[in-house]
């Protein structure tokens, strides 16, 4: 394989540091993935020589910024393959792009009783946005459930599926335990009802390559954080066709095509769904970043990171009672586990000090750890620039911690 580590590595300065007096080994990107020089250097640059609010200036600098920001937009819509820019929405993440979605699908297409169906291992932002309209307007949620690989239940899902289903929200892979949903098969059974698909992809652009015509999904949301740009920033892709339909979310500027106190009218897509001066210099360091892994290329980073999982996981398979969650056939490169019934919080404290960064606790998927019945997991999540060196490290540090405990 055609991967050069160590010149990766060198794109991230912030890895080049001690913590606690040990080299940082950063094994927490599926919460954020660090951001090579590219895309701080694009993000200063825009400050530093052409910062304009965008949109409506007549002068040069805003319309440099203008020309930078919808570029961007062109970068997304090439990189989920998406067939208009203009089906291409800026948010500040996945979480606002549910948001967005629930309130404004809602508002237009929901009523008392129809029902939505998400899945036992969604990340609260897919749950907690539909527990709202829940409230607000009586729909009913559905909940696709797991087996013990954490593995979606298909049977389950075809008997949920129904006249009354209004919208399926799925993951496409799990921020808790890296399965990998065969969103395709959940998109084409939901169709062959007539019911509209929302994929959130805030575990798998970073990942694997996404292409949302091949797909046919409805709606695919994702964070420019994780993806090795700026926080922030996301992205929601949506049909035209429903967009169009959709009720705005936000008002203000921008999103309008006239105000009046008799009535105002909605600018066109994507201009309806954002109110306000957007994230332009985030939207430029997320095309940024896009470029970066496009430069790389999504196949050579998905084996790379697959290979890490493979290994990681055999080093880690060493280590007296250790306990995996989520251990499907398909898996993106995050590993979940408990050793002992050493809390995750007191192993992740102790494995900083080691200079290993873990994430601990519920990853934001508590339905998940009630399905499995624990508090937490300690979660290791590899990205482009991780080595099996670290990993290396990451087992002998959990050995070291597991004996203290003994
Ligand atoms: N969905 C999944 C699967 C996630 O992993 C995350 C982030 N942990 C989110 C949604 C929310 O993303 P953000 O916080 O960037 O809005």
Redesign the pocket.
Known sequence: MSIDIESIRKDFPILEQTVHGKPLAYFDN??TTQKPTQVIDAISEVYTTYNSNIHRGVHHLSNVCTQAYEDARVKVQKFINAGNSHEVIFTR????AINLLATSFGESFLKKGDEIIVSQLE?H??IVPWQLLEKSKGIVIKVIPINENGELILEEYDKLLSEKTKLVAV?HI??ALGTINPIKTIIDKAHALSVPVMI?G??AVQHVAVDVQALDCDFYVF?G??LYGPTGI?ALFGKEEWLNKMEPYHGGGEMIKTVSFSGTTFNELPFKFEAGTPDYSGAIGLGAAIDYVQNIGLDVIAAYEHELLEYATEQLKQVPNIKFYGTAKEKASVISFMVNNIHPFDMGTLLDKMGLAVRTGHH?AQPLMEHYQIPGTVRASFAIYNTKEEIDRLVEGIKRVSLLFA
């Open positions: 599926a919460a993440g996945t979480t606002e990340h932002s897919n993951a799990s921020n959130d805030a575990q964070s954080h994780k996301g934001c």
